[in-house]
C-alpha cells in the first residue's frame, strides 16, 4: 500500500487497484490497429468514458456486437469476448476480425463449455445482460444465470448442476451462492468450477486490507463499470463510507470533513491518468484546508 502525506489526511492507494492486464492489452491492440487504419469497436472496449473517448480521438467507431453491420470493414472484439456464433458471423459477412478478449474470459467459456460437455445443466454466477455474460450465453442459450438467492429457486429440477462465474464477480459472493445452491439442491450433484479472475480477487483482497486502514474509500471507475461499482459496495459492508466516482469533479468537499484517512481503489478498467487526477485533487483540497486553517489561526 502506497501513502501519501497531506496536511489534512493520508491517502492510501491499494496495492492491488486499477487497469487489469486483460483491459491494458485490449486497449494496446486496439491502439495498434487504428494506427493501421479505422475499425470499429463491438460494443465497449472497457467500461470507462476516458477509455472510450481516448480511442475515439484515434479514428474508433462503434458497432453492436449482436448488430449485423459495421461502419469499418475491420471489427475489434472486446477483452469481455463474445460467444463463436457472433463471432462466426462477423466472420462470415466479410468483416476483418480482431479479437482482443482476455485469456481469463476465454478460461471461463472453456469451463463452461467442460460442464455442458459433462452433461451438467450450465449455471453462470453473473450480471444478467453483462456482455461477458452474453458471450457465455451466446455459446449456451440454455445456461441458467443467477446473482441472488432468490434466483436458485428458478433453476431446473435436475440431476447434475455444472456452476462457472462470471470473471468480475467479488468472489465470496460466488462461494456463498454455489453453498446455497447446494443447500438448497441437496439431491443433485453440483460442480463449481472458479473462474473469477485474479486480478478482480487481488483488487477485493486489497481492498478489505484498506478498509482496515481507512474511514472513506473512493472507488474510481466509470459509472457503468460493473467491477467498481462491487468495490465500492463491498466497501460499505465492510463498514467505510465509500463513493463511487468517475472524475476530480465528482468529490463533494464534505465527504472530506473530518476524515483523517482516504482510500483509493479503482475498477479494472480504470486509467492510471484518471486515478492520478483524482489523488492530485486530493491532495490540492487537503493543502488548501490547510491554509485555511492557517489564516483562521
Ligand atoms: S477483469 Fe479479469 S477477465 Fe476481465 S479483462 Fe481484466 S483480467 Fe481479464
Known amino acids: 500500500m ?36 479505422p475499425a470499429s469497436i463491438l460494443g465497449q472496449l472497457a467500461h470507462n468514458p476516458a477509455v472510450k473517448s481516448r480511442l475515439a480521438s484515434q479514428g474508433a467507431r462503434t458497432a453492436k456486437l449482436e448488430g449485423k453491420t459495421a461502419p469499418t470493414q475491420h471489427v475489434i472484439i472486446t477483452a ?27 478460461v471461463a467459456h472453456a469451463k463452461l463449455s467442460k460442464v455442458v460437455a459433462e452433461g451438467y445443466q450450465p449455471i453462470i454466477v453473473g450480471k444478467a445482460g453483462h456482455v461477458e455474460v452474453r458471450g457465455l450465453q451466446g455459446d449456451f442459450p440454455n445456461a441458467r444465470v443467477i446473482l441472488h438467492p432468490d434466483d436458485i429457486a428458478d433453476l431446473p429440477h435436475v440431476k447434475r448442476l455444472g456452476i462457472i462465474a462470471q470473471t468480475t464477480q467479488p468472489i465470496d ?23 473469477v479472475c485474479h486480478p478482480t480477487k487481488d483488487r477485493q483482497t486489497s481492498l478489505h486490507e484498506l478498509c482496515q486502514a481507512v474511514e472513506l474509500v473512493l472507488a474510481i471507475g466509470g459509472k ?16 467505510c ?9 465528482d468529490i463533494h468537499e464534505e ?5 483523517s484517512r482516504i482510500g ?18 486530493l491532495q490540492e483540497i487537503g493543502e488548501s484546508a490547510h491554509l485555511l486553517s492557517q489564516t483562521t489561526s
Open 2 to 37: 502506497k501513502t501519501i502525506k497531506t496536511p489534512r489526511y493520508d491517502i492510501l492507494i491499494a496495492k492491488h487497484t486499477g487497469m487489469c492486464f486483460g483491459v491494458r492489452q485490449a486497449i494496446e491492440t486496439t491502439e495498434a490497429s487504428l494506427a493501421q487504419g
Open 80 to 106: 469481455h469476448g463474445a460467444s463463436d456464433r457472433d463471432r462466426k458471423r462477423w466472420h462470415k459477412a466479410g468483416y476483418q476480425i480482431t479479437d482482443t478478449t482476455c485469456p481469463l474470459v476465454r
Open 173 to 195: 459472493r460466488v462461494r456463498a451462492l454455489v453453498s446455497e445452491v447446494r443447500k438448497q439442491r441437496p439431491e443433485a450433484e453440483v460442480v463449481y468450477y472458479d473462474t
Open 224 to 239: 457503468n463499470s460493473n467491477n467498481t461499482t462491487q468495490l465500492a459496495r463491498t466497501a460499505r459492508k465492510l463498514g
Open 241 to 249: 463510507k465509500a463513493a463511487h466516482i468517475e472524475s476530480p469533479d
Open 255 to 259: 465527504w472530506l470533513e473530518g476524515i
Open 264 to 281: 483509493i481503489t479503482a475498477g479494472t478498467s480504470t486509467l492510471d491518468e484518471s486515478i492520478h487526477a483524482i489523488t492530485f485533487r
